[in-house]
């Protein structure tokens, strides 16, 4: 088993720490300079991914790319982040992440990611500037897109289990939360 390295306890991690793990069985993330982990996705998750991301590469302008995790977004130097799916400016990705705030960040909620998925990530993602930020609940199903106004995120649309919910923005498109994640 592959240890993690030792980090001084001094001054709060930066994303130059974050690079030197090399356990991939993990995904990590930080935020304010403190470390996070989330164990690997189990299969409702990613199959609520895979279906949200073909939806949204069909809708994508040329200018723009949806990618799936791990993807990292450095928002600063002690915020990384790893959204389920990004969206965002084709120059804004560089070989090793996103820079800058993401045109759309979508998590699907897991039991153990909840609350950073519901609170943490959303918090610091309006700071960042991220337009638009979606939360799937795979389990109920449902979606909640949720837009950057005055600062803060507001509910723009939800729906859940067969309801359709149909979005003008960013882009034009309508899903059902069930479709998602029910399997063919």
């Known amino acids: 088993m592959e240890a ?8 709060p991690l930066t994303r130059r ?3 030197s793990i090399t356990d991939e069985r993990h995904r990590y ?6 470390l996070i982990m989330s164990p ?21 302008p040329a200018g723009c790319e949806a990618l799936p995790a791990p993807v990292d977004v450095w928002i600063t130097d002690d915020t990384v982040l790893i959204p389920d799916v990004v969206v965002g400016r084709r ?6 992440a996103l820079i800058g705030a993401p045109e759309l960040v979508v998590e699907v909620m897991s039991p153990s990611s909840e609350h950073i998925d519901r609170f943490l990530k959303p918090a610091r993602l ?11 609940d795979p389990r109920e199903p449902s979606i909640a897109c949720y837009a950057l106004r005055n600062g803060g995120y507001t509910l723009a649309a939800e729906a859940r289990g067969t309801d359709q919910i149909h979005l003008t923005e960013p882009y034009q498109m309508t899903l059902v939360p069930e479709d998602l994640v029910t399997p063919y």
């Not at 993330?29 to 403190?34: F, S």
């Not at 690997?40 to 994508?60: D, E, G, N």
């Not at 120059?91 to 090793?96: D, K, L, P, S």
């Open 40 to 60: 690997s996705p189990r299969p409702l998750h990613q199959r609520a991914v895979a279906r949200l991301l073909a939806a949204l590469t069909k809708v994508c």
């Open 29 to 34: 993330e930080l935020v304010d300079g403190t």
């Open 91 to 96: 120059e804004a990705f560089t070989e090793r």
């Open 4 to 11: 993690l390295p030792a980090f001084s306890h001094d001054e």
């Open 17 to 19: 720490d974050l690079e």
């Open 126 to 136: 309006a700071t960042a500037g991220c337009p638009y930020y979606w939360l799937i």
